[in-house]
């Protein structure tokens, strides 16, 4: 049984105990403890149960890497799914509960699949879930959907308790890895008076060293640790994070961390997680080596485990995995877990060692201890089902016929290791096969680069291959000492620190045992224990031609489970190349993906929940619309004015107010939100022309030009006027909800494909205030004002000019959105509320009303002009909306370009943009679909148009509409019939609205009022 030894745990501290409960039980542990140390302790080996088969699952590991002991953690408001209980680290009152199980975790329903598991291979679900067609909606999508997932999602109605946070920092030279390795480093690169970031995932320094033993310095690797440490808190160039993992590296020399800042102090001050976003020059990897298990039979029986992890629970917590443990290893670093537990007064049976010749000088310190060593043998299978009672050992050369039981409760297994290359493969670097270790390193000629082509990333320790202390050590001072070169920084020559530890004897790489195993063996041997990938699937997805390692992973799974194959990528990799008959290098690795450990949803939004999940953005006059009753309208981030109902006015009330008083007198609204975005450099025309679909190089200095965005895919994504400002210099207007995505999406362009063209972008939005001017009274109302020339001879309509207006610095624009007259003024921000109150002051005697979105809205609609968002939806290209003119004949590309000229995009019988008037004068549904005769494949309608736009419109006092409909422009004077708002469900056939097609320009078509 696994229990609490009478001394040792360098974590623990027995004089504080800690109460907590599994699955209901009530269990103690000490101050110190993981919740993986404080089960072991209390004999609760079962901790879960595996996804496919449900087969019994214990733990195997101590760390990161653990695959099994997932459990939900904490209840209510903080209860968070799918935890690792060897990286949680116990605190009084801690509530867990195990998962993927039915009824119970001791009897389990779904432990049937184990039976059926020879029915169940690999693949399965590809070939059996075709037939019968009927099947899937009512048997098999019901079933799949109840199996599918790991633990349970919080409830949704439940707000998550704590809060989280980003922080941003910069730095010289970061370094991920608080072992001996990045310890080393660390002091090397802060000696030399550089920047230095150190995190550690776990919450102690050291790594292994203190674990496995050896000197460092003379001193042992704990005094060490705790000596260098010190010295690097003394530093004011350093600074230190415990718990916080190198989530992810990328371009630029950024990089995630994700530190667990009050995991283990819930309730305390502070953030519960925190994700770090660095920025640093040089990036040293010193993310150390992962044990890897053996593959035989009953390899996932609870009670088999790592046996560097066995030593962990041993070292750390003072906990035993068990009284009678077999090791079973192809190395000598397994021998230290046999020698550490007879010291502990542990029975260790037998060390199997497959190496016909056995191993080194451990094996002989073995052997002195009075330890039985079998070298050339292997475990034919793991006798026990919810713990291990026993292993059957066979010869490694054979097939798996048994020679010998043997009884035990415990299996400490050791495969070789397989360094940490996670964050160095992240952006780019390459790996290169080291046969010695078995295992894939970095590759150091083929290192990460930055925007320089330099490397920025290296590797160092046993993350870099070096397993053994002082080679680690002597790693890590050149990885430090490289970082600081790289900088053109200048260091101290010092000695590397002298290590001593007892010399190993080669590894013989074992990738199945015995070597031979039986198809029955096979069939029990788990390379991925959470997803139950066995040794015989991998083999079955080579002979059904999965030979690609990409390939093979999805068919299988392997690799695909929480812990993304840190255990089980490299067997499984040797498998398949076994099955293929090809060597492992040529088979290669599957891609290793950001992050390092799953991170939680929490740390990825930070503080964007509630009032600031999207930041609500301000125009200038924002106080003066609330004080004036505004009704708001959500646009993007900004709220903006749907109306202004005065008291006992309705919003449709208010809405047709607003737009008689601007039609017939004088109306303002507040633009501000429109993205301004400027664009500027030597090849700023040549760009735009690539952006727009009509010519912008051409526009004349002082002119505009309204223009159509399309994307790389032909559809429509923004419009809006461009200003050409000066010879190299360009103002492009935005929808307001779409100046973020133009931005990035100009920028998308410029950094990745036209990288050598010489533009600069910028995007002004919140730089200005803007404001229109609009109605038959707008000209009055500024030459009111004074300052400036506006009439029609001085400032035609789609021109602009600087000036000052009420003494006011302006830039104004002679456009229009309403077919009135209109002008667009932009001032600083600063100065947009005194200019919004100058203006109402001084139209007081035109009756000056301010007017809101759906004003905007009706008036543009009035006039046929269409709207991002509501004419175009992500299929529409310029041409359905007949704006044909808009697109240049003379530009040999332009973004979107070949994309309209696909056959689907060229067809006849594309919907096309029309104005819809109701026979009886109502206002159309937004959306309804225009009915055409017949029904599809599907027993659906057909349909041959849809509303985009509808209003009621008290200009002509009737219901207005757009919309686009099959051949459109050629059935002028059509009546359709449209679905209605609502429908009664009893009847078969639809309550329709008839409407005929009219031209989409139903006031002042030719253009009068606004060019006066």
């Known amino acids: 049984m696994s229990t609490r030894l009478a001394t040792g745990g360098r974590f623990t501290d027995r004089g504080k105990q800690i109460g907590f409960t599994f699955n209901g039980r009530r269990f103690t542990g000490f101050e110190g403890d993981t919740l993986a140390s404080a089960l072991l302790a209390g004999d609760q080996l079962l901790v879960g149960r595996s996804f496919k088969y449900h087969r019994p699952r214990g733990i195997v590991a101590s760390g990161a890497e653990e695959p099994n002991a997932l459990v939900g953690l904490g209840q209510g408001a903080r209860f968070e799914p799918d935890q690792r209980a060897t990286t949680t680290e116990l605190f009084d009152g801690l509530v867990a509960e195990s998962q993927n199980h039915w009824p119970s975790l001791a009897f389990d329903v779904g432990e049937i699949n184990a039976k059926l598991a020879r029915f169940l291979p690999a693949g399965f679900y590809y070939k059996t879930f075709l037939w019968p067609r009927s099947f899937w909606k009512y048997v098999y999508e019901p079933v799949i959907r109840q199996s599918a997932g790991l633990g349970k999602a919080p409830h949704p109605e439940v707000r998550d308790a704590d809060r989280y946070e980003h922080f941003h920092a910069h730095t010289d030279v970061l370094i991920v890895g608080g072992g001996v390795a990045g310890l080393q480093a660390a002091r090397n690169a802060a000696q030399a008076g550089v920047q230095v970031l150190l995190m550690e995932q776990a919450a102690h320094w050291g790594g292994r060293a203190p674990v496995d033993g050896g000197t460092i310095e003379g001193l042992a690797p704990e005094a060490w640790v705790a000596q260098t440490v010190a010295e690097l808190e003394a530093m004011d160039n350093v600074r230190l994070r415990l718990r916080c993992m190198g989530a992810g590296v990328y371009d630029h020399g950024y990089a995630l961390g994700y530190e667990r800042v009050t995991d283990h102090r819930p309730g305390a ?54 009284d009678r443990t077999v090791v079973v290893t192809n190395n000598d670093d397994a021998y230290r877990t046999a020698i550490l537990l007879k010291q502990s007064g542990l029975d260790v049976p037998a060390i199997l060692d497959a190496r016909p010749m056995g191993g080194g000088a451990l094996m002989q310190e073995a052997r002195d201890l009075g330890i039985r060593v079998e070298p050339a043998r292997g475990i034919s299978k793991v006798l026990g089902g919810a713990r291990v009672t026993g292993v059957a050992i066979c010869d490694q050369a054979g097939g798996g016929s048994m020679l010998e039981e043997i009884a035990c409760d415990a299996v400490a297994m050791s495969g070789g290791w397989s360094p940490v290359v996670h964050l160095w493969s992240h952006c780019g670097g390459k790996l290169t096969w080291d046969a010695d270790g078995a295992f894939f390193r970095p590759d150091p000629s083929r290192a990460p680069t930055g925007a320089d082509g330099r490397p920025f990333v290296i590797a160092a320790g046993s993350a870099n291959g070096h397993l053994g202390l002082q080679e680690a050590l002597a790693c890590a001072d050149g990885a430090g000492k490289a970082a600081v070169e790289a900088l053109g920084r200048g260091f101290e020559e010092s000695p590397v620190p002298k290590a001593e530890s007892t010399a190993e004897a080669p590894l013989l790489p074992v990738w199945l045992m015995p070597q031979g195993a039986r198809a029955d063996l096979r069939m029990k041997a788990f390379l991925d224990y959470q997803n139950d990938v066995k040794v015989s699937d991998v083999q079955l997805a080579a002979r059904e031609g999965y030979e690609s390692v990409e390939h093979a992973k999805r068919y299988t799974t392997l690799g695909m489970a929480t812990d993304q194959g840190k255990l089980s990528n490299i067997n499984g990799l040797a498998i398949l190349s076994d099955a293929l008959g090809a060597p492992i290098p040529q088979t290669g690795t599957t891609t290793f993906r950001p992050p390092y450990t799953p991170i939680s949803f929490g740390a990825i939004a930070g503080e964007a929940r509630d009032a600031v999940f999207q930041p609500l953005r301000r125009t200038p006059m924002q106080d003066w619309h609330e004080a004036n009753n505004a009704a708001w309208e959500i646009v993007g981030q900004w709220r903006r004015p749907y109306c202004y109902p005065r008291p006992g006015e309705s919003r449709h009330a208010a809405v047709n107010r607003e737009i008689s008083a601007t039609r017939e007198s004088l109306g303002l609204l507040d633009a501000s939100t429109l993205g ?273 736009s509808t209003y009621f419109s008290p200009t002509l006092n009737k219901g207005i509409a757009m919309g686009l409909v099959e051949h459109g422009p050629d059935r002028m004077g059509e009546v359709l019939s449209f679905t209605a708002e609502t429908q009664d469900e009893t009847r078969d056939e639809l309550t329709t609205v008839e409407a005929k097609i009219v031209s989409p320009v139903f006031f002042d078509p030719k253009g009068e009022k606004q060019d006066v």
Not at 272 to 301: C, M, Y
């Open 676 to 948: 301004k975005i400027l664009v500027k450099g030597p090849d700023a025309g040549r760009f735009l022309d690539m952006m727009y679909t009509n010519m912008m190089s051409t526009l004349p200095v002082g002119k505009c030009r309204y223009g159509l965005m399309c994307n790389e895919n032909g559809f429509l994504m923004d419009d809006g006027v461009v200003v050409r400002l000066s010879e190299d210099s360009w103002l492009c207007h935005t929808t307001s909800g779409g100046a973020d995505h133009v931005h990035a999406h100009m920028e998308d362009w410029l950094q990745c494909e036209w990288w050598d063209w010489k533009v600069y972008t910028a995007n002004l939005t919140e730089q200005y205030a803007q404001i229109a001017v609009v109605g038959p009274n707008a000209r009055k109302l500024l030459e009111k004002l004074g300052g400036m020339d506006v009439a029609k001879e001085a400032m035609p309509f789609m021109t602009w000019a600087d000036g000052r207006l009420a003494d006011t610095p302006v830039r104004v624009y002679r456009i229009s959105f309403s077919g009135e007259l209109s002008y667009e003024i932009a001032v600083p921000a600063n100065r947009g509320r005194a200019f919004w109150g100058k203006l109402l002051e001084a139209g007081a005697e035109w009756n000056i009303t301010p007017y809101g979105t759906e004003a905007l809205h009706v008036m543009r609609a009035e006039k046929g002009f269409i709207m991002i968002g509501d004419e175009s939806d992500g299929t529409v290209i310029p041409q359905d909306l007949g704006l044909h003119w808009a697109i240049s004949k003379k530009k040999e590309d332009f973004l979107g370009k070949r994309a309209q000229q696909r056959p689907d995009m060229a067809r006849d019988g594309r919907w096309q943009l029309v104005g819809l008037e109701t026979l009886d004068g109502s206002v159309l549904p937004d959306g309804a679909y225009a009915i055409a005769a017949g029904k599809n494949a599907n027993g659906q309608r057909n349909t041959q148009g849809r509303v985009t």
């Open 269 to 322: 001050q502070g953030p519960r997680h925190r994700l770090w976003r660095i920025r640093a020059k040089q990036i040293v990897t010193a993310t150390g080596a992962i044990e890897r298990p053996l593959s035989f039979a009953g390899n996932d029986v609870p009670g088999v485990m790592l046996a560097s992890a066995v030593r962990d629970y041993v070292v750390n917590y003072g906990v035993a995995p068990g």
